[in-house]
Nanobody, 121 residues
């Protein structure tokens, strides 16, 4: 699966952005999807994830209550709605796809190219 992230930009603190990640291929609905971010000089960190059907989500504590992940399997797209943005949310945001094995284990094997989000104070 190939992933293309978009929607990043410059926003003031307190503002909102919606990131999109479009996936190629007909098996998008079988993948667990996640958003990760990497700030300058920092390691990549988990932001949010959503199950293949969309009925289960989880978030990093730092974004809980402010960010919402969703997906539209008919459009092969996953979204990240980001509200109440803070300067510390500034990072390159990546979407990723993971195939969940029958055992329940998974790994994010497919990554998009990243989209830059800059939050000014």
């Amino acid at each position: 699966v190939q992933l293309q992230a978009s929607g990043g930009g410059l926003v003031q603190a307190g503002g909102s952005l919606r990131l999109s990640c479009a996936a190629s291929g007909r098996t998008f609905s079988t993948y667990r999807m996640g958003w990760f971010r990497q700030a300058p000089g920092e390691e990549r960190e988990f932001v949010a994830a959503i199950s293949s059907s969309g009925d289960s989500t989880n978030y990093a504590d730092s974004v809980k209550g402010r960010f919402t992940i969703s997906r539209d399997n008919a459009k092969n797209t996953v979204y990240l709605q980001m509200n109440s943005l803070r300067p510390e949310d500034t990072a390159v945001y990546y979407c990723a796809a993971a195939y969940v094995k029958y055992s329940g284990s998974y790994a994010y094997d497919y990554w998009g190219q990243g989209t830059l989000v800059t939050v000014s104070s």
